[in-house]
């Protein structure tokens, strides 16, 4: 019987991305040896995720009330939205501190091959958005690969008509890295995007 | 086992949170699988050499039938950057990949195919608003693999005929017909039409200039074989009619 649920918690465990078998039982006999208390807070921690979690009526970042964060924070640009594929990439945008605008979450980006169409994607919400708010400059993050950018210049396409300044994030080299093993694509985007210092 | 081809990216697939799995069809060993470790991560050796279309040469590691052997290399040697660079023209050429994709099998090579689609996608690089090189895809494609509809005679006799039937993949003359439901009427240009992409030199395809409707025709006939050949219709084909 103990052997049956150990095993079912490590079964679950490596359901998660990461987590392999041998991990998941490690996972599994410190959370034997937790305080019931700190077990219990794991586990309501992550019914509430499911529970409560939904997606901000604006801009489709992850809440547990009609608007987000940062959409309820008064001390953000309005006039600038970043556009971003998934929810998480607003974490990492946040951590570089150097945007204050607002968000928009397309959930996904186009790729026709898995039948992801525009209309999937929370596209049509964020030219509403446009036509409504007063922005004035929306930034296009999405993933600097073929889907993202396809996603890039099909928003740029649908936001034409509307009196906005569209851009889109500079490709680059990583910093840190070395010229030497860039490749051509890499290399010609960054060329391209150069600017005068 | 270590072994080494050239290949084409026909799609990846997310796997776990920064790898990948990339569907190439290769030179050597036509549609394969493989497993590439953290390419989504920026400092990563693969590079942009996993985008979809990229030509280059790869190496790739694991038992004979492994399903899944692992990506080791990666090294471009068309990058086919200016038809990602277009909207437009990447959709158009998302059909014919997904294509690909759907009706080859895995480790047969067709070395037909895999120059076919190399010489179709270096002539759409030059220009990728000419709207034949889909088609003429489509068609020496479905021909490569004996899934060509037969438009030169009727199934039953061998006579002309003008009414296409998707159950036969065939044209079937007037006197064969009888007794049969509605078929697609063809016009005897677009079975021209259909002769000479099948033939010309792609070099010279640019000389044909059909008309809007005769290009609409003859693509409606092949989209509808491909859909009754595949049970499914391609999900990249729906979408970039509108463009
Ligand atoms: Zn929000
Ligand atoms: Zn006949």
């Known amino acids: ?197 | 086992m270590l072994r080494r081809t050239e290949g084409i990216v026909l799609k990846t697939a997310l796997f776990g949170e920064a790898d990948l799995i990339v569907t190439h069809l290769t030179s050597d060993f036509g549609l394969i699988k493989t497993f590439a470790k953290s390419p989504r991560k920026i400092k990563s050796r693969f590079g942009s050499s996993l985008e979809p279309l990229t030509y280059s040469k790869i190496s790739f590691w694991g038992k004979e039938d492994a399903n899944l052997p692992r990506l080791t290399q990666s090294d471009i040697i068309l990058s086919f950057q200016l038809i990602r660079d277009r909207l437009e023209c990447f959709l158009k050429v998302s059909e014919i990949l997904e294509l690909t994709a759907s009706f080859l099998p895995e480790h047969e090579a067709n070395r037909k195919v895999f120059m076919l689609l190399l010489d179709v996608l270096k002539e759409t690089e030059k220009d990728c608003t000419l709207p034949l090189h889909i088609i003429l895809y489509k068609i020496r494609f479905l021909n490569l693999i004996g899934y060509a509809p037969r438009l030169d005679g009727c199934a039953n006799c061998g006579k002309t005929g003008f009414s296409f039937y998707i159950s036969h993949g065939s044209v079937i003359c007037e006197r064969c017909i009888t007794g049969m439901d509605s078929p697609i009427k063809l016009s005897p240009a677009s079975i021209k039409l259909y002769e000479s992409l099948s033939r010309w030199d792609l070099s010279l395809i640019e000389r044909i200039k059909p008309s809007r409707n005769l290009l609409a025709e003859l693509s409606d006939m092949l989209n509808d074989h491909i859909r009754y050949r595949l049970t499914r219709p391609l999900k990249s084909g729906a979408f970039h009619k509108v463009f």
């Open chain 1, 1 to 197: 019987m103990a052997q049956g649920i150990i095993e079912n918690l490590i079964t679950e465990l490596t359901k998660l991305p990461g987590i392999g078998r041998k991990t998941a039982q490690r996972l599994a006999f410190f959370m034997l040896t937790m305080s019931e208390d700190s077990a219990k807070a794991i586990a309501k921690a992550i019914t509430d995720v499911k529970e409560k979690a939904r997606f901000c009526s604006r801009c489709f970042n992850i809440t547990d009330s009609e608007l987000c964060e940062i959409c309820r924070d008064e001390s953000r640009d309005k006039a600038n939205i970043c556009v971003v594929e998934e929810p998480s990439n607003i974490l990492v945008v946040e951590r570089a501190k150097a945007f204050n605008g607002l968000y928009h979450v397309l959930l996904g980006s186009i790729s026709l091959i898995d039948g992801i169409t525009p209309d999937k994607l929370r596209i049509s919400e964020l030219v509403e958005r446009v036509r409504g708010d007063s922005v004035s400059e929306v930034i296009l993050a999405t993933n600097p690969n073929t889907k993202g950018e396809m996603t890039a210049q099909y928003i740029k396409d649908a936001l034409k008509s509307l009196n906005v300044r569209v851009t889109r994030i500079a490709y680059g080299l990583p910093i840190g890295s070395d010229i030497e093993f860039a490749d051509e694509v890499t290399l010609s985007k960054a060329l391209e995007g150069r600017r005068e210092i």
